[in-house]
């Protein structure tokens, strides 16, 4: 890819993930990390005309008003993550990447977020300010088109890493119900209709695809999900990806679902808790936040097996845990003979550090997609998702094999 300079915005910019990544992509400009982790600086994908991480530039929407420096900080502290001396040598840039983020919106994110916002509020609450969807998507239009102009950037793409909003069957923050993707109209004219009643990462999705941007949502939050909003991409020839990175629990299952069919073992039941501490645990305490991650999680055994195993998904907050997160699953499952059997497995890692890469990794693939001119929905992405969009196809294999043949039909 040319020398061009290239936008990240990031969605929910202050969060742990958003601070990984932005950290993360620093240390790559200083040559002060190698890539383990990233899945585009694998071999195989050595080939692809894809950007390097010097052309990147940084920015953003926040609830928030936090500082940037002062969470790379909190994840060193409390989390035990992120080496003192690469903060150091990433501290002023980390500076500069906080004035160029703006207020984000809180249309329709429910109460949990909110309240979160209102901790550390913004003297003036442009936040809180925007009476309409349009409005909202008016506002957030000018804070991209202002980055864009500033920097000189040939391309942005945005990234939703915000905090999980409330289900999208529940009442809304402004009063305003939302809806399922199911019942969502299936044209963007139809959908511009309804603006008031979409959550906040829609309207950001809009703002990107209005903008010609990519749009990728990392969250389980409705984003780009519903039919109106990906005919809007299409109408404006640009892609996007989601939803909800998959990066520890879930893609254990996806890795390992498959095994128990090839070999005819038979499910019975499957349980998984996590426990962690970050911010988005914080959130996911509150049942309405927790609805959306839970289906997330647990829809994909079924549709591996083809039959529908007794499962249950817990997810705790428990704050000392700060970012690292454990995941305990136990499989119950029936061998020969009709034997019962057991495995149990525990994984335990940093939940910011197993997204941060996904994201950076992310963002090049959907820049190489939008340079080949695809548009819509991006399908060969779907092993970075838990519950990726346009594909009902949850085993990691398959999801993976589709990303190594998009790479190898690169021109």
């Known amino acids: 890819m040319s020398d061009q300079r290239l936008g990240i915005w990031l969605v929910g910019a202050c969060g742990g993930v958003a601070t990984a990544a932005t950290t993360g992509l620093l240390a790559l400009q200083k040559n002060l990390t190698r890539g383990t982790g990233l899945v585009s600086e694998l071999p195989l994908f050595a080939h692809l005309d894809l950007p390097s991480w010097d052309q990147f530039v940084v920015g953003g929407h926040e609830i928030r008003d936090v500082s940037l420096t002062d969470e790379a900080d909190r994840l060193h502290r409390e989390s035990r993550v992120l080496d003192a001396k690469l903060l150091d040598a990433c501290r002023e840039d980390l500076k500069a990447i906080k004035q160029r983020i703006r207020p984000g919106t809180l249309r329709n994110v429910g109460e949990t977020i909110c309240q979160l916002a209102a901790e550390t509020p913004y003297q003036d609450p442009i936040a809180a300010s925007d009476a309409s969807g349009q409005q909202a998507v008016d506002r957030l239009k000018s804070d991209l088109q202002e980055f864009r102009q500033q920097h000189r950037l040939a391309d942005v793409v ?39 009643c979409l959550p906040a990462s829609s309207l950001y999705a809009i703002v990107a695809f209005e903008l010609g941007m990519p749009y990728i949502n990392f969250t389980p939050s409705l984003g780009a999900e519903p039919q109106g909003l990906d005919d809007l ?52 305490d509150n049942p309405v936040n927790k609805a959306a991650k839970l289906q997330s999680k647990d829809q994909l055994l079924g549709k591996i097996f083809g039959y529908s195993p007794e499962t249950l998904v817990s997810i705790e907050h428990i704050a000392s845990l700060g970012d690292w997160k454990t995941a305990w699953d136990h499989i119950h499952f029936k061998g020969f003979l009709d034997t019962p059997m057991t495995l149990q497995l525990t994984w335990h890692g940093c939940d910011s550090l197993l997204a941060a890469p996904l994201v950076l990794d992310l963002v090049r693939f959907t820049l190489a997609a939008k340079s080949r001119g695809e548009t819509g929905s991006l399908t060969f992405l779907s092993s970075f998702f838990k519950s990726p969009q346009g594909i009902d196809e949850h085993a990691f294999a398959e999801q993976y094999g589709w990303l190594l043949e998009w790479a190898q039909q690169s021109p």
């Open 158 to 196: 945005v990234v939703n890493v915000a905090s999980t909003e409330a289900s999208n069957t529940a009442e809304s923050s402004t009063g305003s119900s939302t809806m399922g993707p199911a019942t969502w109209p299936a044209t963007w004219r139809e959908t511009q209709a309804l603006m008031d």
């Open 233 to 284: 991409a299409r109408i404006q020839n640009v892609c996007h990806a989601g939803r909800d990175g998959k990066t520890g629990e879930t893609l254990l299952k996806s890795v390992l679902a498959p095994m128990f069919t090839a070999r005819h073992l038979e499910v019975l039941s499957w349980v998984g808790h996590n426990i962690f501490g970050n911010l988005d645990g914080k959130v996911l």
